[in-house]
């Protein structure tokens, strides 16, 4: 007899209104059942009406998508999962766009918001591998201007931990100066700090990819958006992680939906400094051509779901061939530096060095805290569990702000993905 695990799903209602269930709530008072039965049984989980292998990953995550497609939870998404170095999980399922009515495809490509951090990260720790730079080296060592108003002692490791006190946008930076590069670092590079750097915490929601991209720019020679295509797509057969697309693959991008600015904000918050109002709704403003042309890294990145798995899959060293970054190197960045309460997104979050970090049993990563990976805005998510070979990566249109821990697609999908392949996603003890 299968055992039944359920997840329920709380409908958006509107600006300012989200009706929650459960722990698991998420969206819709649609109720998804994903049956997780004995090895060798099959079911009909999530209500789809046909028969699903119970041990066969691509299958049952294929019908959770489209589940949440048809209940009108997602609008369209692609899932993609390595395990032990192989492509075991490629679908996808809705729309890329509602206007024309294209359908998502595997070559579809999405906004990935802040999951593009991890391949910031990905970026420095080569050249740190290279010895291009240190990661206790102040920034100014490498960008003398940055020193400016209290800045001369932030190191390029503070910026990795959100703890360089730098996480609010410069005045009069809005969506046309993001799109400036040289622009908006020589604003950054007038910013004071508002904390002592290496006190305290806070989420460097933009700043963080221009600073790190600067670094890497000054020290490599070349503009960041080549660097990641040359040293981490060319090695690893990527052809679908841009930051800043070229104008040919722009008809493969999908068409984002919401990302409202989360509601009851007050209006000193600090979040409000590292994401200003002008940035909202979010999909409105990544949707621009200018913008998905421009190299954003905290928050630009373009890429489809398999690049994102395939990242990851190497960086827990599982693609055959293309190690991107030797394990020591990999331990390095990915233990755990910080779990204080963060004073931008208010709560606390474990932090490694670029990477957020597992522990949490309502993270789509699992208790275990040496997986580790990057969320972004609205649900996308890329993440890797070295211990048990799988690597993960998700994309969406559909740009939902309110969903608990716990309750948003990429939990959901990857818990399912984790009982197909038989991984438990709690820690063993």
Same mark, same amino acid.
């Given at each position: 007899?299968?055992?039944?695990?359920?997840?329920?799903?709380?409908?958006?209602?509107?600006?300012? !209104? @989200?009706?929650?269930?459960?722990?698991?709530?998420?969206?819709?008072?649609?109720?998804?059942?994903?049956?997780?039965?004995?090895?060798?049984?099959?079911?009909? /989980? !999530?209500?789809?009406?046909?028969?699903?292998?119970?041990?066969?990953?691509?299958?049952?995550?294929?019908?959770?998508?489209?589940?949440?497609? $048809?209940?009108?939870?997602?609008?369209?998404?692609?899932?993609?999962?390595?395990?032990?170095?192989?492509?075991?999980?490629?679908? *996808?399922?809705?729309?890329?766009?509602?206007?024309?009515?294209?359908?998502?495809?595997?070559?579809?490509?999405?906004?990935?918001?802040?999951?593009?951090?991890? #391949?910031?990260?990905?970026?420095?720790?080569?050249?740190? $591998?290279?010895?291009?730079?240190?990661?206790?080296? /102040?920034?100014?060592?490498?960008?003398?201007?940055?020193?400016?108003?209290?800045?001369?002692?932030?190191? #390029?490791?503070?910026?990795?931990?959100?703890?360089?006190?730098?996480?609010?946008?410069? +005045?009069?930076?809005?969506?046309?100066?993001?799109?400036?590069?040289?622009?908006?670092?020589?604003?950054?590079?007038?910013?004071?700090?508002?904390?002592? %750097?290496?006190?305290?915490?806070?989420?460097?929601?933009?700043?963080?990819? *221009?600073?790190?991209?600067?670094?890497?720019?000054? #020290?490599?020679?070349?503009?960041?958006?080549?660097?990641?295509?040359?040293?981490?797509?060319?090695?690893?057969?990527?052809?679908?992680?841009?930051? =800043?697309?070229?104008?040919?693959?722009?008809?493969?991008?999908?068409?984002?939906?919401?990302?409202?600015?989360?509601?009851?904000? %007050?209006?000193?918050?600090?979040?409000?400094?590292?994401?200003?109002?002008?940035? *909202?709704?979010?999909?409105?403003?990544?949707?621009?051509?200018?913008?998905?042309? @421009?190299?954003?890294?905290?928050?630009?990145?373009?890429?489809?779901?398999?690049?994102?798995?395939?990242?990851?899959?190497?960086?827990?060293?599982?693609?055959?061939?293309?190690?991107? !970054? %030797?394990?020591?190197?990999?331990?390095?960045?990915?233990?755990?530096?910080?779990?204080? #309460?963060?004073?931008?997104?208010?709560?606390?979050?474990?932090? @490694?060095?670029?990477? *957020?970090?597992?522990?949490?049993?309502?993270?789509?990563?699992?208790?275990?805290?040496?997986?580790?990976?990057?969320?972004?805005?609205?649900?996308?998510?890329?993440?890797?569990?070295? $211990?048990?070979?799988?690597?993960? =990566?998700?994309?969406?249109?559909?740009?939902?702000?309110?969903?608990?821990?716990?309750?948003?697609?990429?939990?959901?999908?990857?818990?399912?993905?984790?009982?197909?392949?038989?991984?438990?996603?709690?820690? +063993?003890?």
């Amino acid at each position: 007899m299968a055992t039944a695990r359920r997840h329920t799903v709380a409908r958006e209602l509107g600006p300012g !209104l @989200a009706e929650t269930f459960s722990t698991h709530a998420y969206l819709t008072d649609l109720e998804i059942t994903a049956s997780l039965p004995a090895s060798g049984e099959t079911t009909a /989980p !999530l209500n789809m009406g046909q028969e699903v292998n119970a041990m066969d990953p691509q299958a049952r995550i294929q019908a959770i998508i489209d589940n949440l497609v $048809e209940g009108d939870v997602e609008r369209g998404l692609q899932v993609a999962a390595y395990y032990r170095g192989e492509l075991v999980v490629d679908a *996808w399922s809705g729309l890329a766009d509602v206007a024309t009515g294209h359908q998502v495809d595997g070559e579809t490509l999405f906004t990935i918001f802040s999951t593009s951090k991890g #391949v910031v990260a990905t970026v420095i720790h080569l050249l740190a $591998e290279r010895r291009k730079l240190d990661y206790d080296a /102040p920034i100014a060592e490498y960008w003398p201007a940055f020193a400016a108003n209290g800045k001369a002692a932030i190191t #390029v490791r503070h910026v990795l931990t959100h703890t360089a006190g730098v996480p609010q946008l410069p +005045e009069g930076v809005g969506v046309d100066e993001m799109c400036d590069w040289e622009r908006t670092c020589e604003a950054i590079a007038g910013l004071s700090p508002l904390w002592e %750097p290496g006190s305290k915490t806070g989420y460097h929601a933009m700043t963080f990819g *221009w600073i790190l991209g600067e670094v890497a720019r000054r #020290v490599d020679g070349r503009a960041f958006a080549r660097i990641v295509q040359e040293d981490v797509c060319r090695p690893l057969g990527i052809t679908s992680l841009y930051f =800043g697309i070229p104008d040919e693959v722009e008809p493969r991008v999908a068409t984002l939906e919401g990302g409202r600015l989360p509601d009851g904000l %007050p209006p000193d918050a600090l979040f409000l400094r590292a994401m200003p109002e002008c940035f *909202w709704p979010l999909g409105e403003v990544f949707n621009r051509p200018s913008v998905r042309r @421009a190299c954003i890294p905290a928050g630009g990145g373009i890429a489809n779901a398999r690049s994102i798995a395939r990242l990851y899959a190497a960086l827990a060293g599982d693609v055959s061939g293309a190690e991107l !970054l %030797p394990r020591e190197r990999v331990r390095a960045a990915t233990t755990e530096q910080t779990a204080d #309460v963060d004073l931008v997104l208010g709560g606390p979050i474990t932090k @490694a060095l670029g990477f *957020w970090i597992g522990g949490d049993s309502l993270s789509p990563m699992g208790e275990r805290a040496s997986a580790f990976g990057h969320g972004g805005a609205g649900g996308s998510m890329g993440f890797a569990d070295p $211990e048990h070979h799988l690597a993960f =990566g998700l994309a969406k249109t559909r740009l939902l702000m309110d969903a608990p821990p716990g309750g948003d697609a990429a939990y959901l999908v990857a818990e399912e993905a984790r009982a197909a392949l038989g991984i438990s996603p709690r820690k +063993e003890g």
